[in-house]
């Protein structure tokens, strides 16, 4: 399949330059503390029960058209207390046959670029706006994405995070309610319409720095993004050098 071929090469030289960035050495900083729970979520019971219990919820949902085509939901994955929640936009194919977000090409870079924060997966929460695959990795559809909100919404309140990353323009998008495009969005913090004390910080997908690898300065400022991230979160920021 030639197609995996090219995605393979433009990876492996992504990921070169992600390995620059990986130099300093800081290795999983824990960035999630126990906190008090959301005002909104519901008394004596945990938090990891009530995520899971929601995610059981996902796995039988028609809520839309996207339960027809879906292989598996793909709710989401990580730690329930993060303080770091990164938002995608929909599944893939990979993400649809695994049921795990971020596990395609894309998710390579993520995972790497988590690491060069001296992160892990398990450190931070990832899911997406949409859980279910659309057909042919199209747009989700307006309906589709009024039937989906209310999860997200569901877990930020479970999660109560303190910093939510959006990931390209979809989720930037969808979850500040704007038509604003991302390259002006990006770069600072935006209060999350509904959520108190949430910061989004948009930011370009992945998938985005993997076609155009040819300029490596949407890769530095996503890199920028990342530091105001670990900033605000009151974490060390691994010293990297523009080449
Ligand atoms: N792209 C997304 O937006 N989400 C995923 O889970 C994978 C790729
Ligand atoms: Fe339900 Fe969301 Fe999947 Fe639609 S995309 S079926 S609303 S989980």
Not at 102 to 112: E, I, K, N, S
Not at 131 to 141: A, E, L
């Amino acid at each position: 399949m030639p197609d995996r071929i090219t995605s393979k090469t433009m990876y492996a030289s992504l990921a070169g330059y992600l390995e620059d960035l990986q130099e300093s050495g800081v290795e999983g900083v824990p960035v999630a503390i126990p906190r008090e729970p959301h005002p909104d979520t519901p008394k004596n019971v945990s938090h990891v029960k009530n995520l899971e219990e929601l995610a059981c919820q996902v796995q039988d949902c028609t809520k839309c058209g996207l339960s027809a085509e879906r292989k598996r939901v793909v709710f989401g994955q990580g730690n329930p207390k993060a303080r770091l929640v990164l938002v995608g936009e929909a599944p893939g194919a990979e993400e649809d046959r695994q049921g795990i977000p971020f596990v395609g090409d894309a998710g390579m870079v993520l995972t790497r670029l988590l690491k060069a924060m001296g992160l892990s997966r398990e450190d931070v929460y990832i899911c997406n706006v949409i859980k279910c695959r659309p057909p042919g990795n199209r747009n989700p559809h307006k309906d589709e994405i009024v039937a989906c909100s209310g999860y997200l919404k569901q877990q930020l309140a479970l999660i109560n995070p303190q910093v939510l990353v959006a990931l390209g323009t979809f989720a930037a998008q969808t979850l500040l309610a704007t038509k604003e495009p991302i390259s002006r969005m990006r770069g600072h913090f935006h209060p999350m319409p509904g959520h108190k004390n949430l910061a989004v910080m948009p930011t370009f997908h992945p998938a985005f720095l993997l076609r155009n690898q040819e300029n490596r300065e949407h890769f530095w400022e996503v890199w920028d993004d990342m530091t105001k991230v670990l900033a605000h979160l009151g974490l060390p920021i691994p010293d990297k050098q523009r080449r």
